[in-house]
C-alpha cells in the first residue's frame, strides 16, 4: 500500500496564488522528500526534510512536517505558470539505510496565468 | 548537476518482443532503481541496484529483469513484451552519502512505452 497520500488530487490556481498540498504518511520515517513533475518527464527532487526538523523553505517553497500527525504540507508562494506539474512526496521504506522511496499518487497543480 | 539519461523517450513494441530499456548516469552513484509509472497507480519500483552485478526485486518485477555490468549503466528487460507492459518507465539514481545514508533520488527523463 502507499505510504505517502497527497492531498489534494487536483488543485487549480491563479497565478500569483499561494498553494498548498497535503502528504499522509503511515509508519515512521526520518526523512521526508518532496519531487515535481512536468507532463511527460521525470522527475526532479525539491526539498528533503528530515524528522528533527519542522519546517524548511527553499526559494519559494516551504515545507512542514508534524511527525506527530505523519503529515507534510508544501507551500508554493507566489505560483506562476511554470509551477503547472505533479508534485509528489516520499518517504523511505526501511530506513535510509536501504534507499527505497515510497511515492504518493500526487497533487496536479494548474497555475493557470 | 548529476544527469541521467535514457535510451529512448518514445518507444513502440510488438507483443512478444523483446526490449531493452538502458538508463545511464554521469555521476558514479551506487544504486540504481527502475520505476514504472500508471495513471491511478504511481510510481511502482520494478527493480533496483546497489552496485555492479547486484540486483534486489521491487514491487512488481514479474516479466522484467534487469543487468547491471558496469556501475554507470542499468538496463531494463522485457523478455516477452505484453500490452499490459505498456506504461512510463522511469530510471532513477541515489547516492550513497556519509554514514550510509541513501536519500535523494535522481530520476532520467522516461521512456513511454507502448506494446501493441
Known amino acids: 500500500s502507499q505510504q505517502g497520500e497527497e492531498d489534494p488530487q487536483a488543485l487549480s490556481i491563479q497565478e500569483g496564488e499561494n498553494a498548498t498540498m497535503n502528504c499522509s504518511y503511515k509508519?515512521?520515517?526520518?526523512?521526508l522528500q518532496w519531487y515535481r513533475q512536468n507532463s511527460g518527464r521525470g522527475l526532479v527532487h525539491l526539498i528533503l526534510?528530515?524528522?528533527?526538523?519542522r519546517e524548511k523553505h527553499s526559494g519559494r517553497l516551504r515545507v512542514t512536517l508534524d511527525t506527530s500527525k505523519k503529515s507534510s504540507s508544501l507551500l508554493i508562494t507566489a505560483s506562476r505558470a511554470a509551477d503547472t506539474a505533479s508534485y509528489f512526496c516520499?518517504?523511505?521504506?526501511?530506513?535510509?539505510?536501504?534507499?527505497?522511496?515510497?511515492f504518493g499518487q500526487g497533487t496536479i497543480l494548474t497555475v493557470h496565468p | 548537476d548529476v544527469k541521467v539519461t535514457q535510451s529512448s523517450r518514445y518507444l513502440v513494441k510488438r507483443t512478444g518482443e523483446k526490449v531493452f530499456l538502458e538508463c545511464v548516469q554521469d555521476?558514479?552513484?551506487?544504486?540504481m532503481f527502475w520505476y514504472r509509472q500508471d495513471p491511478g497507480l504511481g510510481l511502482r519500483l520494478i527493480y533496483f541496484?546497489?552496485?555492479?552485478?547486484?540486483?534486489e526485486k521491487g514491487d512488481i518485477p514479474e516479466g522484467y529483469s534487469v543487468s547491471r555490468e558496469k556501475k554507470e549503466r542499468f538496463s531494463l528487460i522485457l523478455e516477452s513484451a505484453s500490452t499490459n507492459q505498456t506504461s512510463m518507465y522511469l530510471c532513477?539514481?541515489?547516492?550513497?552519502?556519509?554514514?550510509?545514508?541513501?536519500?535523494?533520488?535522481?530520476f532520467g527523463p522516461g521512456t513511454r512505452l507502448l506494446v501493441l
Open positions: 516520499a518517504t523511505p521504506l526501511g530506513g535510509t539505510s536501504y534507499g527505497k522511496l515510497t
Open positions: 509508519t515512521s520515517i526520518n526523512n
Open positions: 526534510i528530515r524528522s528533527n526538523e
Open positions: 555521476m558514479d552513484h551506487e544504486n
Open positions: 541496484s546497489y552496485d555492479v552485478k547486484m540486483k
Open positions: 532513477a539514481t541515489q547516492i550513497t552519502a556519509s554514514g550510509g545514508r541513501r536519500e535523494t533520488q535522481y
